[in-house]
């Protein structure tokens, strides 16, 4: 009887609290939240996009002059997406924004951090090349000497997340020739590699070594496959940005990261409330 009071009296709590912040927000603007994002990151703290110089040379100022320039892409249409209609399609973007930081931060931490002259990278995940085109425009704005290699099935594909999804089917839809037009500015900089990983993981047309491994694969094991594959050719100073490594439908491949990681001695990894994950090659 106690019990079912509570319960019904914590149920109205929470929706007067919901209604309230809902209410509030709405109405007043200085306490809408400064970032309402992808996967519910929510937060009232400002982003580091926000309050620089236009123009000034800090990382903050030139990755927001590289989110302009791909909204501006996207809306001329030289740069497409799949499954795009525009207002979509800049919902999609703002709600990506922290994440989006993150792969341009980390790159240039990679790329500064690394004493190799030509700034080797990998992505393997690349769709229609959002997150490519913020690491690649992090390396041209910091005028990096630099070759990106793309790996991605760009067609039907099995992803395995055995104790959340399972198996299914995806990305069928994706086209080589999208991204690369998408990318074409760069395309003297790009190796793309078609095809499922592991089976393209197969030293043909690979770098010797990397300071920058993006993995965004939605998948456990070709997660694992690249980390295993390419960890020994991390540069000290190097990074590996995951993408998927706090989702909950994700949850085996943090699960093999991190067991993954009990084995490393030299590498650091810092979770982001972004589901993303960053390692670190310290020594
Ligand atoms: C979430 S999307 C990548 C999104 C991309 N990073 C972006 O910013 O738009 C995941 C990608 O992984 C690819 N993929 C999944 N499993 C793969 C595998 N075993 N081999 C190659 N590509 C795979 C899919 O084709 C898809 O393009």
């Known amino acids: 009887m106690l019990k079912q009071l509570l319960r019904k009296t914590g149920k109205f709590f929470y929706l007067a609290r919901g209604i309230k912040t809902a209410f509030r927000e709405t109405f007043i603007p200085s306490k809408r939240p400064t970032f ?14 926000v309050g620089h110089k ?18 501006e892409k996207m809306s001329n249409k030289s740069f497409t997406l ?26 240039v931490f990679a790329a500064k951090s690394t004493k190799s002259e030509v700034k080797n990278y990998i992505e393997a995940g690349v769709a229609d090349g959002i997150s490519a085109f913020y690491a690649i425009n992090a390396a041209e704005s910091y005028n990096y000497e630099y070759k990106a290699y793309f790996y991605d099935a760009w067609g039907e594909v099995e992803m395995n997340n055995p104790s959340t999804r399972g198996k299914e089917l995806g990305y ?8 690369k037009n998408n990318l074409s500015d760069f395309q003297d900089n790009i ?18 070594s990397v300071v920058w491994l ?70």
Request: aromatic share 12%; proline share 5%; with cysteine.
């Open 214 to 283: 993006s993995i965004d694969l939605n998948s456990e094991q070709p997660t694992i496959d690249c980390l295993e594959y390419y960890w020994g050719r991390v540069e000290i100073g190097g990074v590996v940005l995951l993408d998927d490594y706090a989702q909950p439908a994700y949850i085996d491949t943090k699960n093999a990261v991190d067991n993954w990681l009990l084995k490393q001695k030299n590498a650091l990894l810092l979770h982001l409330p972004t589901t993303q994950a960053i390692i670190i090659k310290i020594t």
């Open 191 to 208: 190796v793309f590699i078609k095809g499922k990983i592991p089976e393209t993981l197969n030293r043909e047309n690979e770098p010797e």
């Open 54 to 71: 236009i123009g000034d040379l800090s990382l903050e100022s030139r990755f927001y002059k590289v989110d302009c320039k791909l909204r």
């Open 36 to 49: 309402d994002g992808w996967y519910g990151l929510k937060t009232y703290s400002q982003p580091p996009w």
């Open 172 to 179: 069928e839809g994706l086209d080589l020739e999208i991204v």
């Open 82 to 107: 799949l499954r795009a209609d525009l207002i979509k399609t800049i919902d999609l973007m703002d709600s990506l924004m922290w994440r989006n930081y993150i792969v341009f931060w980390s790159f």
